[in-house]
């Protein structure tokens, strides 16, 4: 029976990292119905960036079923199971070799609407990552400005722009900010790989401290990711609980971790160098700021904030700047201070009703990039998931022939937590030991 017959949805989110699952997840809510029961099961990419437990539950999505996949045993499951919408929460090439994959399992056959989009603020490789996501049935924007550049790029190299829909982030939320705290809380939302050089993180968290020792009345926290060990979308060669070992800190200053929303409610002024805690900042209408202390640089991701109103420095900050944004750059972000943030996903909830209720089903899925299109790119790409050209599993690929069996579970376990010792421990080592 339809879905739309039932008011029931069955929905999979395949995500390769903490954020990315709590936006899948989350999307996913957002894209049914009110009036919808959903059934949700996740899938999680096995990979470097794989979610921990401690993780999953800070991120505080629940899902009817979890487990954790290879790319071949997720394109299995996906001809076993029917769904009825698909969130391919997911670094660009492995969205784009998850909708070849499933080209190739689905055929002409039913399918699921696919959805695809990004966790956050697009700051680089705009045309690499969005044509790498073109063959979904719906590319998320999350702004008005992210929706006008996605479309200017699909129909710039004449590929369909028509799944280009405007949404918003997933995650915002939370109690409008009222006033002052007691005591007045600063918090610096750090992030793993922005700035990436020990002298620029150093830096930044020398000034949070200095910014504590001068403004004692002050609670300073440093918000982290991730503990130390743990991955999240990008990789921290040098986490700020490192940095601060064996630094004099005063007593108002300290780390904390936790749902970036719980911590927003006792925030005066969350300060950042380009992290998506910003806008969900400003949709609550905290004082935000971003630093231009390192420059406004595009490898920064802070000139994604120009016109914003919110760029400032510490000096400025120590002074007691208190930032006021430019209302007109806001809306234009999906921020969604104004309070529509209720009906931003509306258009896309509509447009997959109408996809589900299609006569005679969805066609086949597809991508802009194709063998004739890149046969200097896409191959690679696919080959990394272990997908020939054509989208089907290469000879030999992990579990392309059966489910894994206890003792496989138990050596894979093994070999991830040996891989991901040697991404997070050595291979930094290696990489200073060369820049000697």
């Known amino acids: 029976m339809p879905a739309s017959a039932t008011k029931s949805l069955r929905v999979a989110v395949l995500a390769d990292s903490d954020t990315r699952w709590k936006w899948g997840a989350l999307t996913a809510q957002r894209l049914a119905p009110a009036d919808a029961e959903i059934g949700l099961d996740g899938y999680l990419l096995r990979g470097r960036a794989t979610p921990t437990a401690r993780q999953l539950r800070e991120v505080g999505v629940r899902a009817d079923s979890l487990r954790e996949v290879t790319g071949v045993e997720f394109l299995r499951a ?33 399918r699921p609407v696919v959805v695809t989009g990004y966790v956050g603020v697009v700051y680089e490789k705009l045309a690499d990552g969005l044509l790498l996501r ?70 930044l968290l020398d000034r949070l401290i200095e910014h504590a020792r001068k403004h004692p009345e002050r609670e300073v926290l440093l918000k982290l990711r991730s503990k130390p060990g743990e991955h999240t979308t990008h990789i921290e060669e040098l986490p700020y609980q490192k940095l601060v070992q064996g630094k004099d800190v005063p007593a108002n200053f300290r780390l904390v971790y936790g749902h970036m929303g719980e911590v927003l409610d006792r925030t005066d002024l969350l300060v950042t160098v380009s992290s998506t805690a910003a806008l969900e900042a400003l949709h609550r209408r905290v004082p935000t700021v971003v630093l231009t202390d ?46 529509s943030y209720g009906t931003a996903f509306d258009t896309a909830r509509e447009r997959i009703a109408k996809l589900l209720q299609r006569p005679g089903g969805l066609p086949p899925l597809n991508p802009y990039y194709t063998p004739e299109t890149a046969p200097g790119y896409l191959p690679g790409i696919l080959a ?9 599993p290469l000879p030999g690929a992990p579990a392309a ?36």
């Open 134 to 203: 073109h063959g979904a049935d719906l590319v998320l924007a999350n702004s008005r400005h992210d929706a006008d550049r996605f479309r200017a790029v699909y129909e710039g190299v004449g590929a369909d722009a028509s799944g280009v829909t405007e949404v918003a982030l997933p995650f915002l939320g939370g109690a409008p900010y009222t006033g002052e705290h007691e005591p007045y809380t600063v918090v610096f939302a750090a992030q793993p790989s922005v700035p990436d050089g020990r002298k620029d993180r150093t830096y």
């Open 401 to 436: 022939d059966k489910e894994p069996g206890p003792v496989r579970q138990i050596v894979r376990r093994a070999a991830r937590g040996a891989y991901r010792h040697g991404v997070q421990r050595v291979a930094p080592v290696i990489r200073r030991m060369g820049e000697l």
């Open 384 to 392: 990394r998931h272990h997908l020939g050209p054509d989208g089907a």
């Open 294 to 339: 390192l420059g406004v640089r595009e490898v920064l991701g802070n000139h994604h904030f120009t016109g914003s109103g919110c760029l400032a420095s510490w000096d400025q900050l120590d002074a007691g700047h208190r930032p006021v944004p430019d209302e007109e750059w806001v809306s234009r972000q999906g921020v969604a201070a104004d309070g």
């Open 78 to 110: 996906m001809t076993r199971e029917p769904y009825d919408i698909l969130v391919l929460a997911l670094v660009g090439g492995g969205v784009q070799a998850m909708l070849h994959g499933l080209r190739n399992a689905w055929g002409s056959g039913r």
